[in-house]
């Protein structure tokens, strides 16, 4: 019978809506399982067929889950702010909010398209009031909170407020941004405004003054991955280093549970060594250099204080304010240069960069160990936010520092036996040190730390800076703070007015303060962001409600805030909203959280493997520590798809004409390859008609052909647009079905590595299923599954097929399922194989993989329920044994042919039938026999000799 997988989709898609078949209720009777796919921004491009990848791999999961008897969670949503919608906007007028609504609409048609198993009444849109209102909360939240160090966890504000009032900062354990020092009457004695200061010193939400990424055509701060090579990604435009006020979140206080939460998840090696080295721990020191000829000193952090001996120079960050300080007159024109051209690369560019630059600012520290005068440079490879933004520079250990002394030809000192400083790599953690204090001079109290291992010469300069008060031990992090505070349009509002300058809450109950409208996406005119333009945006406390800008007078009618939040507070936490999305009253019920605890599965892009993620644990952190998530860890288990590259098609035009020339034949003319649209390109053969009526420029080409075709050149790259080669989901369910599609993306290659999109192999996919389809159907198109026992070798077919999908499910390994598929669907036919016994094992096992068709099969057998409650059929070992097993035989270890003996034959058996086999005379003539080995399962191997 025909496969009419049209028909066949359409159908059951419809089905699915009408029954809510996904839809997913809270049941203490069944064990929970939480699988959850990255939302997406929904773009005007819509879905290509790279971005289904990870979604298909969840899905395919998720149905798994509830055929193995869990209640699944599975819900999708949209990240729906952001800086493409505005753009459009600003480009067309069209308001964010209807190409936002239509671009949404777009993507849940493909998404239907393709079958997933969403339940879609959880639905959440990060531009939807009523959900940002919860971000909006937490936010509130944070900033009436500080971080207590000691019972490590957020605490409310009003506590540290009190603790000030009784004890000013004695035995205060609040993170702050400056170490304060106050006793109780001087906070007594501040005004309001002087104490909303120093508390925002330590709100976890806090405005702070911090170095960003600028970009003045677009008129706001964009994030590190919003750049590429100092120009923004969206536009091309200039990006450089900016200092502003912005409103921060103090991730950097919970660093160290960061670090101790990857190691209660179920995360890839790479991935937690990739947030490490992000979070940065490091033991230390702080150390005071005093500077030559001033009252002025200033402090470094450094984890080898024992190298201080070692110093030839010291760097600031350029964006230190010690810059400004110790320049001299003498250099001002050369470090303000330098500071500028520094602005126009972003901290990431930095990092990477190995050219070496610097400038020499005058001035000369001291060395607090030796009194000797070290020259202060500034240079770019040192970031104002991790540590103090001034290092001590040790050449003769460190290559950075290495690379800079040899540039400017400053000195090296070794200080470890058998440094070679030739090396690109000099941080010795082993060795003994030998040339302390540097130059025979007489260090402090006469300190020496010559003969020494080099851990215990750490130890004894950490203790040595601390009793002599010259610092102090410090555990510092590289995890900075979060910029949270965007100046664009499209985003979630701040609910904050502003007192006296100083950042007031709105009420709680007047939640959610929902986006103005504006006239234009443009920053002011006087440079204020895009809300700027907002003629009813002030808050008026009296009536705690949105008025009129004309209306603020500063006594009951304040300013509101006009930056927005960033991106990635929509997504931060998201996952619980999934789990209680139409609750007014609060983010998550406690018991609906109880229930669904976290996510279980988490599928998503290696891209964010810092961002999101780090942002994302550290939000569920904080809520944890106010009973709001009932586990620290969001993501329990973690799984990064690969990139779906693109197979780009080419043809080749003869320079100076208008004539193509076939693949086969390009080397005979001089030609110019030229992208073609792949979707006009079937087998690397081109629809010569097609090309014609693509282009304008094409509709009189001529070509030259090779066997009567023209073949295309090919090539892996990414998928672009501009490349032509990005393949629509859309015309791929159109032409082989929503199943197909499935099937093919998870046979491209394990999940978790990159592949290319090859549209040549998927009609292999397609006529996999069309076998399969037919095993159901005799020749006269008549269902012919039957209830009779099915052969031994049947039997033997699907148990083997049900272990292999079995094990493969719980590593994710779908396409060496789809293998095993084609294989067991192959034995079947040849095995004419129509037994219910079977067949309805296979479209169980087949259902997560192509959900339409075995939801039509499994009509067909006869059941009123959808495939979905079947149950995942087990294997029973008893049909995997075999009944024979084949054997190499050899001669003096020369394999020349084998033998089948009963599986269970004892090693006399075998020897005895390999010797009297009729193939071994040969062999045997002319020879005695020493001895015969078995390996069982393996080989048998005839030991000869004359």
């Not at 599928?603 to 961002?611: K, Q």
């Not at 095993?775 to 039997?795: G, R």
């Not at 789809?818 to 259902?847: G, H």
């Not at 058996?909 to 045997?924: C, D, G, M, R, T």
Request: charged share 25%; aromatic share 12%; net charge negative.
């Amino acid at each position: 019978m025909e496969y009419k997988f049209t028909e066949i989709e359409s159908k059951w898609r419809q089905k699915w809506a009408d029954e809510r078949v996904y839809h997913v209720e809270e049941d203490s009777a069944k064990p929970k399982y939480y699988v959850l796919s990255m939302f997406p921004y929904p773009s005007g491009a819509g879905l290509h067929v790279g971005h289904p990848l990870g979604y298909i791999a969840g899905d395919i999961y998720a149905r798994y889950k509830r055929l193995k008897g869990y209640n699944v969670l599975h819900p999708m949503g949209y990240d729906a702010y952001g800086l493409p919608a505005e753009q459009y906007a600003i480009q067309t007028g069209q308001h964010p909010a209807i190409t936002t609504e239509q671009n949404i609409k777009r993507y849940r048609e493909q998404l239907d398209l393709i079958g997933f198993s969403f339940d879609w009444d959880r639905e959440v849109r990060t531009c939807d009031p009523q959900y940002y209102h919860w971000t909006q909360w937490a936010f509130r939240k944070m900033f009436n909170s500080f971080y207590c160090d000691v019972c490590q966890s957020a605490q409310p504000i009003e506590k540290l407020i009190r603790h000030f009032s009784e004890k000013g900062t004695e035995g205060c354990h609040a993170v702050g941004t400056e170490e304060l020092s106050f006793t109780a009457d001087e906070w007594s004695a501040m005004s309001d405004v002087e104490q909303q200061e120093v508390l925002m010193n330590y709100r976890i939400a806090y405005l702070g003054e911090t170095m960003v990424n600028w970009c003045p055509q677009l008129g706001t701060v964009l994030a590190n991955d919003e750049v590429v090579d100092g120009l923004s990604v969206r536009g091309g435009y200039p990006v450089v280093q900016k200092k502003m006020k912005q409103w921060c979140l103090r991730i950097s206080a919970y660093a160290q549970r960061l670090l101790d939460g990857l190691d209660t998840i179920e995360w890839s090696d790479s991935l937690k060594e990739t947030q490490r080295n992000w979070i940065g721990r490091s033991e230390g020191a702080e150390m005071q250099f005093k500077v030559k000829d001033s009252d002025m000193e200033f402090t470094i952090f450094t984890t080898r204080a024992d190298t201080v001996f070692g110093v030839t120079f010291m760097v600031l960050a350029p964006e230190s304010e010690l810059v400004e300080a110790l320049t001299t007159p003498e250099q001002k024109a050369a470090v303000e240069a330098y500071v500028e051209e520094t602005k126009r690369r972003t901290e990431l560019d930095r990092m990477a960069n190995k050219k070496v630059s610097g400038v020499f600012t005058g001035s000369y520290a001291v060395n607090p160990f030796t009194g000797d005068a070290i020259p202060v440079w500034v240079a770019d490879y040192v970031l104002a936010g991790y540590g103090t933004g001034a290092i001590m520079a040790v050449p003769a250990h460190d290559s950075r520092d290495y690379a800079f002394a040899r540039h400017f030809n400053l000195p090296i000192v070794p200080l470890v036996e058998g440094c070679d400083i030739s090396e690109e790599s000099f941080d010795a953690k082993e060795g003994i040190v030998t040339n302390s204090p540097a130059e025979g001079k007489t260090a402090l109290n006469g300190f020496s730390l010559n003969g020494l291992s080099v851990k215990e010469a750490i130890a004894a300069t950490k203790t040595f800076v601390e009793e002599n008060k010259l610092g102090r031990v410090k555990v510092n992090y590289r995890l900075r703070d979060a910029i949270f505070s965007r100046q664009r349009y499209w985003g979630e509002p701040f609910p904050v007015y502003y007192k006296d300058g100083m950042p007031q809450m709105i009420p709680e109950e007047c939640l959610p303060l929902e986006l103005p409208e504006v006239d234009k996406f443009l920053p002011t005119e006087s440079g204020e962001p895009p809300l700027g333009n907002a003629t009813k945006w002030a808050w008026d406390t009296a009536r705690n409600t949105v008025v009129e800008n004309s209306r603020i007078d500063n006594v009951s009618v304040f300013p509101l805030e006009l930056s927005i939040m960033p991106g990635f507070a929509g997504s931060s936490a998201y996952y619980l909203r999934y789990m209680d999305p139409h609750n007014d009253g609060c983010l998550v019920d406690k018991a609906v959280d109880e229930y669904w605890k976290c996510v279980d599965l988490y599928v998503g892009g290696s891209e964010h493997a810092t961002g999101h993620l780090i942002y994302s644990r550290f939000w569920n952190k904080f809520l944890h520590d106010y009973g709001c998530s009932c586990v620290e860890e969001p993501f329990q288990k973690l799984v990064n798809q690969g990139m779906i590259q693109g197979r780009s098609n080419f043809v080749y035009r003869i320079k100076g004409t208008n004539k193509f020339v076939s693949r086969g034949l390009k080397d005979e003319y001089d030609v110019t390859p030229i992208h073609v649209d792949i979707n006009i390109v079937q087998n690397d053969q081109l629809d010569i008609a097609a090309f014609k009526a693509w282009r304008p420029e094409y509709a009189d080409a001529e070509f030259v052909l090779e066997d009567g075709k023209y073949i295309c050149g090919w090539a892996i790259e990414k998928m672009s647009k501009s490349m032509f080669n990005v393949a629509n989901p859309d015309q791929i369910v159109e032409k082989y079905g929503a199943d197909t599609l499935r099937l093919y993306e998870m046979f491209l290659g394990p999940i978790t590595q990159s592949k290319p999109w090859d549209q040549n192999g998927i009609d292999g996919c397609f006529r996999f299923l069309r076998r399969a389809w037919n095993l159901f159907f005799d020749k006269d198109d008549n269902f012919c599954v039957t209830d009779e026992s099915a052969s031994k070798e049947s039997l033997k077919s699907i148990h083997k097929l049900i272990k292999k999908v079995s094990d493969d499910m719980e590593e994710m390994s779908y396409n060496t399922s789809v293998a095993a598929f084609m294989i067991a669907v192959n034995e079947l036919s040849q095995q004419k194989c129509s037994s219910r016994e079977v067949l309805e094992k296979l479209v169980v096992l087949l259902t997560p993989f192509a959900p339409f068709m075995a939801c039509e099969l499994w009509q067909l057998l006869g059941h009123e329920t959808v495939a979905f409650d079947a149950q995942w059929p087990t294997y029973d070992e008893a049909y995997l044994k075999e009944d024979t097993v084949t054997l190499s035989v050899s001669f003096n270890g020369k394999t020349r042919f084998t033998l089948d003996f009963p599986a269970d034959a004892s090693k006399e058996e075998i020897e005895k039938a390999a010797l009297e086999a009729e193939q071994s005379k040969k062999y045997l003539e002319g020879f005695q026999v020493v001895k015969v080995i078995v390996v069982p399962g393996r080989i048998v191997n005839i030991v000869l000799k004359k």
